[in-house]
Nanobody, 123 residues
Framework: VQLQACGGGLVQAGGSLRLSCAAS????????MGWFRQAPGKEREFVAC????????YYADSVKGRFTISRDNAKNTLYLQLTSLKPEDTAIYYC?????????????????WGQGTLVTVSS
């Protein structure tokens, strides 16, 4: 699978953004999909994931209540709505496909990493 994230940008604290992730290839609708992020000088961290049907979602504690993950299987697209943004949300955001039975927040269980999209939140 090939994944391409977009929708990042510069936003003031308290603002909102909507990230999209377009998937090419077959079987997008049969996989759990996730969002991860990597801030400058820090390790990549889990943000959110969504089951193949969209019925189950998980969020990192740091974004719970502020970010919403969703998907449109008909369009092979994954979304991440970011609201109430904080400067500490500044990072490159990546989408990925969960291909193994590892933990939902383990980046090693995912593949298809693309270039990511940069989100910068100013204070």
């Amino acid at each position: 699978v090939q994944l391409q994230a977009c929708g990042g940008g510069l936003v003031q604290a308290g603002g909102s953004l909507r990230l999209s992730c377009a998937a090419s290839g077959r079987a997008f609708s049969t996989y759990t999909m996730g969002w991860f992020r990597q801030a400058p000088g820090k390790e990549r961290e889990f943000v959110a994931c969504i089951s193949w049907s969209g019925g189950i979602t998980y969020y990192a504690d740091s974004v719970k209540g502020r970010f919403t993950i969703s998907r449109d299987n008909a369009k092979n697209t994954l979304y991440l709505q970011l609201t109430s943004l904080k400067p500490e949300d500044t990072a490159i955001y990546y989408c990925a496909r969960k291909y193994s039975r590892g933990s939902y927040d383990d980046g090693g269980a995912y593949d298809g990493w693309g270039q990511g999209t940069l989100v910068t939140v100013s204070s």
